[in-house]
């Protein structure tokens, strides 16, 4: 006898199909969308350039040799390139810390800068800034570039198993909790960021505040090859936590009759997330909303599913950022506004109308 398929597991079939599908096409289109933005980025500033003559820059090609040329390659080896590449490292890690959180309390409200993880990595990384040429002048210059994205990692790493344990209460995780802890932690973090503020010299004073509005104005190839690490071992986690965070979705019970080691799968988000929000803040200083705002917009495109969603947030995190870089260089040219501030013009009022329109999320 022939099997019976109810036509709403057709339907259910067929609509996962073409979720799958869509989510194929996003992600190649989102890959070329790397691309272009990689290009542009290296092109577009106060000195512009045509993406052809920057890329003779980086390959070498047409090497200058006089005052303009040799202006060029360093505009566009030195300057531009290593915030290009910062950029895409940071995005993707942020928009993939923000899917991680999310599947790690079920809910698409979660985000590191939201909840307090960014602000404990800065705090961390403050403490670095200014304890480093107190503690051991001699060294600072040599130590501090290492001991930045350690410290910024313990930090983040520290907050989110907090901010964990004190939103969790029987297995369950309660958003309201998690955002009011998150808000309080942040207000603790910046607070004792403000006391450090407050005590350092003119120079520390100066790099402070421009550090913690974000920018990657001061990006340099030792940042990236300091960074490379510790984002990549965060975005190694992505295909092992992929279908785990698929099961947690059920709830941490359910994942557990399916075969998940729910602890395991906890630990391993949270250092994923601690390591690559703490790399991303030391780098670049705290930067907001990427975590919030492009896995929701995913998701309304390609759905739940977390092998594509992280994929696909990585890509969209890094072009992201990238283009909100190249404003900040272009808004107020040829001065250069901090890009923390032209992510929370953009995702500050997202965030608004997402708690407007999903106010079922918030258990309140």
């Not at 290009?39 to 000195?47: D, E, T, V």
Request: charged share 10%.
């Amino acid at each position: 006898m022939a099997e019976k398929h109810s036509p709403a597991a057709h339907a259910t079939a067929e609509t996962a199909g073409d979720r799958g599908r869509i989510a194929g096409r996003v992600i190649v289109t989102l890959a070329a969308g790397v691309l272009l933005a990689f290009f542009l980025s290296i092109s577009i500033g106060a000195n512009g350039f045509t993406p052809g003559t920057a890329w003779q820059a980086i390959t070498g090609l047409g090497q200058g040799t006089d005052a303009g040329g040799l202006q060029r390659d360093v505009i566009v080896l030195d300057i531009r390139l290593p915030r290009t590449l910062l950029g895409l490292m940071i995005g993707a890690t942020l928009a993939v810390s923000g899917v991680i959180l999310q599947g790690l309390f079920r809910n698409p409200l979660a985000d590191p800068g939201l909840v307090g993880v960014s602000s404990g990595a800065g705090l961390a990384a403050v403490l670095v800034i200014i304890g480093i040429p107190v503690l051991i002048p001699g060294l600072a210059g040599n130590v501090s570039p290492y001991a930045l994205p350690f410290a910024a990692f313990l930090g983040a790493l520290l907050t989110t198993i907090l901010l964990y344990r004190i939103a969790t209460r029987a297995g369950r995780t309660s958003m309201a909790t998690m955002l009011l802890a998150g808000i309080a932690l942040g207000a603790l973090a910046g607070a004792l960021t403000g006391f450090l503020t407050f005590a350092s010299d003119d120079q520390q004073l100066r790099d402070l505040t421009f550090w913690t509005m974000g920018s990657l104005g001061g990006a340099t190839m030792e940042k990236v090859t300091v960074a490379v690490p510790f984002i990549m071992l965060s975005l190694a986690a992505m295909p092992w936590l992929a279908h785990k965070l698929d099961a947690l979705l059920l709830g941490e019970a359910e994942a557990g009759h399916l075969g998940v080691e729910v602890q395991r799968v906890k630990r391993t988000a949270i250092v994923a997330v601690a390591l690559g929000v703490g790399a991303s803040v030391a780098a670049a200083g705290p930067i907001g909303f990427i975590g919030i705002v492009v896995p929701h917009l995913l998701r309304l495109v390609i759905g739940p599913r977390h092998a594509a969603l992280l994929v696909a947030s990585a890509l969209l995190g890094g072009i992201l950022l990238v283009a909100a870089d190249i404003a900040s260089r272009i808004v107020v040219a040829p001065a250069e506004l901090p890009i923390g501030i032209i992510t929370a013009l953009i995702g500050a009022p997202f965030f608004l109308w997402l708690l407007l329109h999903r106010r079922a999320l918030v258990d309140l």
